[in-house]
Each structure stands twice: as structure tokens, then as C-alpha cells.
């Protein structure tokens, strides 16, 4: 029986119910193949309709063949120029499906009747294929006979693009499902990216009911990720180290935790902001200032934050000589470098902490007009930013 779609919705999912869709269609459920040949007749899939219908025949062949007759007789109205067009051939498939349904079933009965208002979440939910099964990406051998294909390089562009500055899951699906071919001859950056998308799974963010085309699975994303991080790819490095890190806490396996870090030292060796600055945070926690100040020294050539924290040493004198015109400068730096704006506090930071090395003469010459007028900006941009995000 086809799953009923309005205790999925109450349930603000989508996804699930399409999948439980696919799922009757693999399986040959005979009501879950009329509620996609629905949707795909209603969102002019003509190629998924005819797919359908001939799945349909196996378990009801008296409907498939009347439909089957109405198409050929929708067909035979079209000139062979317009059989070649994909739109007109859509209709045609719309119309013998239409006359099919409603020469077999009762108005109550009918698909065309049974979805009422959610039709428009359901076609969102098909069309963007939520539920659908993905393709499984295949682990390349250990030592592949053949050199990784090249990648071309509007593709590799495309993917770098997009692969980590999207929100956009239909992008995201895209992204990897292109990379699966390549990822599967070894090319390291499609297996990251094949990894990444494991890691975090592909999902909308922001619309209602949410739909989900790839779950997130740890353990499905490890190897992909180790594989591409031992060829090198900085960002691969950071999530393996995660995952084996996430994994020794549970298991306190020795083994776990000696392979996070060493991929966490190589990330970092490869520039990884992200193993940089854990490297930093461990070597401050146990104390180890001088070796916590050069990590914060490579961090802070790139972020604003670091740098913030770099003056703080150099003021203090920790894991380095004391310099107080160096702090004051990389201060001065991210304040005359950054903006007020929201969920990033770079600027007001800076901004107090300038005001402040003016008030004590610290790096700098004492000067008193500087701290007021610096003091009155931060309270200006602070109203503003309490304006913006009241809106």
C-alpha cells in the first residue's frame, strides 16, 4: 500500500516518503508505482513515465495496456516533427495517462485527485529526486595499475567553486554525483569530495518539508577521505583527523588516536587553517607556549582572529620575546582591516582592544582623544548592528 503522504508531512518529511516510494518501486509495489508514474506524468518526466509503466505491467497489466493505447493513439496525432520534441511528447504521455486513469477509477479513487494540496511539495520532492537512492561510489584499489584520470579543468574549477561555499543541496548533489566517476579511478580531489559529501550528507536547509539525498555516514566517508588525504589534499587531512579522533573517544583504542594526529600533523604541514589551529589549542593546553606561538604565528598570516591572539602573546611575552610595538600594530592592522558586521566580531575586538593600548600607552603613545573617538565608533557600529539584526 503506498505510504500515506500526510503522516509524513506531519512529520516534516518529505524525504522519508519518497524513499518509501523508491523503495515500492524496486520492491514492485504496485500502488507505490502508480504514485510516481503521477509524478512523473505531472512533472512531464516523460522518459521516468514510460520507465514506470512498463515496470507497472508486471503487476497490473490491464491498466498499463489501456495505457499503452492511449499513448500510441496520443501519438498517432503528431506529426513526426513534433514526435521529436520533448515537450509535446510530454503532453502526449500527460493525456493518455489522464484518459487512462479516469476511463479505470472512480473521481475518489483517481491519483489526478489524491494528493489535493500537497501536490506541489510532492512534484518539488520528485523533480528534485529526494529519497531516490544515490549512486554508491566504489573504493579504488589501494594501488590502482592505472594512472588517476585527469580531471577537466572547468570541472576541478566548478567543484572547488562550489563544493564548500553552497547551502544549495540540488549543487551539492551534483557535485557528487560528477565526482563519483573520477573518485572511483583515484583522482584525490573527487575522493575527498566524495568523502566531504558522506561526511556531512546532502540535504535542504531551508525549506519545509526538508529533503534529503544522501545521509550522513561517518564511517562510509573514513576511507574516502583517508585515501585522498594520504594524496595530499589538506582539507581531507582535517576530516580524517576529526573522524579518527571522534572514534579513539569512544573506543580509547591507541591506534585511532596515533592515526588522527598524524593526519592532523600533516594537514597542518600542508596548510590546513583548521589542523593549524588545533595544533595550537593542544600545545596551549599542556603548556607548551613557544610551540602554541609558532602555530599562532603561521595561523595569523591568513586570519584576522589569530592575529588578535598573536598581540596578546607579544604583549604578555608568551613563547616569545615581549614586544609591545608588535602587538599594537597587528591590533592596529585588523582594525583598520575588518568591518562591523554580523557573526563576526573581528572589528569590535580590535576595536576594544586598540582603544584600550591607546588608553595604557601600550605599544604606543598615550593619547586619550584616540581611545574616546574609537570608543564612540564602536558604540555607532554597535547600534547600527543591533538595527540590522532587529530586522
Not at 505491467?57 to 513534433?82: A, T, W
Not at 537512492?133 to 577537466?152: I, N, Y
Not at 596548510?271 to 595561523?299: M, P, T, V, Y
Amino acid at each position: 500500500m503506498t505510504p500515506v503522504f500526510e503522516d509524513y508531512l506531519k512529520k516534516n518529511d518529505l524525504s522519508g516518503y519518497m524513499k518509501a516510494l523508491w523503495q515500492g518501486y524496486a520492491e514492485g509495489d504496485k500502488e507505490s508505482l502508480h504514485a510516481l508514474l503521477y509524478l512523473a506524468v505531472q512533472t512531464s518526466n516523460a522518459e521516468d513515465a514510460l520507465d514506470i509503466a512498463e515496470k507497472l505491467l508486471d503487476v497490473d497489466q490491464d491498466y498499463v495496456i489501456l495505457f499503452d493505447k492511449h499513448l500510441k493513439e496520443e501519438m498517432g496525432k503528431l506529426s513526426e516533427e513534433e514526435q521529436n520534441d520533448e515537450t509535446t511528447v510530454c503532453n502526449a504521455v500527460k493525456m493518455a495517462y489522464l484518459t487512462t486513469d479516469m476511463a479505470l477509477r472512480s473521481k475518489e479513487e483517481s491519483y489526478f485527485y489524491r494528493f489535493g494540496e500537497a501536490q506541489n511539495t510532492l512534484f518539488r520532492g520528485y523533480i528534485n529526486d529526494a529519497g531516490k537512492p544515490q549512486p554508491e561510489a566504489k573504493l579504488p584499489t589501494e594501488d590502482p595499475q592505472e594512472e588517476p584520470v585527469e580531471v577537466p579543468e572547468d570541472t576541478l574549477d566548478y567543484w572547488k567553486s562550489y563544493l564548500s561555499r553552497t547551502d544549495a543541496a540540488t549543487t551539492q548533489n551534483s557535485i557528487y554525483q560528477s565526482a563519483i566517476p573520477y573518485a572511483e579511478k583515484g583522482h584525490p580531489y573527487a575522493m575527498y569530495i566524495v568523502g566531504f559529501m558522506l561526511y556531512y550528507g546532502i540535504k535542504t536547509k531551508y525549506s519545509s518539508p526538508s529533503m534529503v539525498y544522501l545521509e550522513p555516514d561517518n564511517e562510509k566517508a573514513l576511507p574516502w577521505l583517508q585515501r585522498a588525504a594520504d594524496k595530499d589534499i589538506p582539507n581531507a587531512c582535517w576530516l580524517t583527523y576529526y573522524i579518527y579522533m571522534m572514534r579513539f573517544r569512544k573506543t580509547k583504542q591507541a591506534e585511532d588516536e596515533q592515526l588522527a594526529l598524524s593526519y592532523l600533523d600533516k594537514g597542518a604541514a600542508l596548510g590546513n587553517s583548521n589542523c593549524i589551529e588545533e595544533l595550537q589549542k593542544i600545545a596551549e593546553e599542556h603548556g607548551e607556549d613557544r610551540k602554541a606561538f609558532e602555530h599562532l604565528k603561521k595561523l595569523a598570516e591568513t586570519d584576522r582572529s589569530a592575529k588578535l591572539k598573536l598581540a596578546k602573546y607579544y604583549e604578555q611575552g608568551k613563547g616569545c620575546e615581549k614586544d609591545l610595538k608588535k602587538a599594537f600594530e597587528l591590533v592596529e592592522y585588523v582594525y583598520n582591516h575588518s568591518s562591523a558586521t554580523p557573526y563576526n566580531s573581528d572589528w569590535e575586538d580590535s576595536a576594544e582592544m586598540l582603544a584600550d593600548y591607546y588608553y595604557e600607552g601600550i605599544g604606543c603613545e598615550k593619547n586619550v582623544d584616540k581611545y574616546f573617538e574609537i570608543k564612540q565608533k564602536l558604540r555607532e557600529d554597535n547600534e547600527y548592528l543591533d538595527y540590522i539584526m532587529s530586522k
